[in-house]
């Protein structure tokens, strides 16, 4: 089980992730927050759920409350530093179905609705599942921690 933990929040030295891990976690939480929330100007989650059935997403409440937690629980995670490669696995799978769901018919392009700030967070998302958490985090704490034991 140690070894499985251990593999879990392992991270490397730097403070290079820093920056994505906050910026892309208060992006994601507050893109949460709108569905589930609605918060900032969001739908909140009978709306999102709406939104979500309507696009072929069904059932839409599972599919909205599976969206938004992701985003904003994964979001909070990011910018703590906690459990930072397996919530990046989550979100980059969540930014893969919004890409391909929602954004790719539109083109590359924000001011069509395309997939550009989904690829971009998708990116961001992958980059912390490869390096991890970085030296400022939770994770790097308890990886700590677990060597002294």
């Known amino acids: 089980m140690k070894s499985l933990i251990r593999r879990t929040i ?46 072929g997403l069904s059932p839409g409440l599972p599919m909205a409350m599976l969206a938004g937690s992701a985003e904003f629980f994964g979001g909070l995670l990011l910018v703590i530093g906690l459990l930072v490669r397996p919530t990046a696995l989550v979100l980059a799978a969540t930014m893969i179905v919004a890409i391909a769901a929602v954004h790719i018919e539109n083109g590359l392009f924000m001011a069509n609705n395309g997939y550009e700030f989904g690829l971009a967070l998708l990116a961001v998302s992958v980059a912390l599942l490869f390096r991890g958490a970085g030296s400022l985090s939770v994770d790097r704490v308890l990886q700590a921690k677990l060597s002294q034991n």
Not at 26 to 42: D, E, N, R, S
Request: proline share 2%.
């Open 10 to 55: 392992s991270t490397a030295s730097g403070l290079d992730t820093l920056p994505l891990r906050i910026g892309a976690g208060v992006i994601f939480t507050a893109h949460g927050a709108q569905k589930l929330f609605g918060w900032f100007g969001g739908y909140g989650l009978e709306g999102t759920a709406g939104w979500m059935d309507s696009i």
